[in-house]
């Protein structure tokens, strides 16, 4: 089992960072190879709306996305951080997202062969305030994303009220919960898909 986490804050030591390692330590315990991808050390260009990708299928900006490309199709299970910055994904996940545009027409306007959809898709997240619709934003952008790579959307912490540094370091259950999907992953374990209605939890 191969488990890919892509974080996607600015800050290191963050609270989506130290979410997405315990998950991760719980995936190395229950046998998975993990690799962790950390944007904020990625030069990724924005997507540049050329649309070679819809001939090809393929992105023409030559950057440190053309790796992380064959991880998205290579793993078995994608979790990926971030915290909401204004209601949405963070901008390092943001353009990453947006990137997967050229696999999202390799799929979708070209129709090739694509890996999925056994693989699973798991949505982490940290946020300082507690309102409704707080994570309203960054689950569709996630099942959007999911739906690009062909992962089916399997399961996503949300966690409100962190918001200093180590503020998730507090949330004991929250980590364990996170440790425990992790291991489940990595054990092979499908999960239901996540189901956006309602939209705000
Ligand atoms: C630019 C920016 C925008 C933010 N926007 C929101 C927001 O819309 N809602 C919210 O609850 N918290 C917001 N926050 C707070 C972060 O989500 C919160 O501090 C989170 O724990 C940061 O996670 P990290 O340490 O992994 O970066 C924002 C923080 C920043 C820096």
Known sequence: MNILGIWGSPRRGGNSEVLLDAFLKGAAEGGAEIERVALRELKISPCLEIYHCFKEGTCPIKDDML????????????????????????????????????????RYVLKRDFPGPERQGVLLCAAATHGRLLFVGARLTAKYFFDAINVTYAAEILVRGVDEKGAMLEKTDVLEAAGNLGRRLARGEKLPPVHLSPLAV
């Open 67 to 106: 790796p992380l490309y064959d991880k998205l199709l290579a793993a078995d299970v994608v979790v990926l951080a971030t915290p909401i910055f204004f209601y949405g994904v963070s901008a390092q996940a943001k353009i990453m997202i947006d990137r997967t545009q050229a696999l999202w027409a390799r």
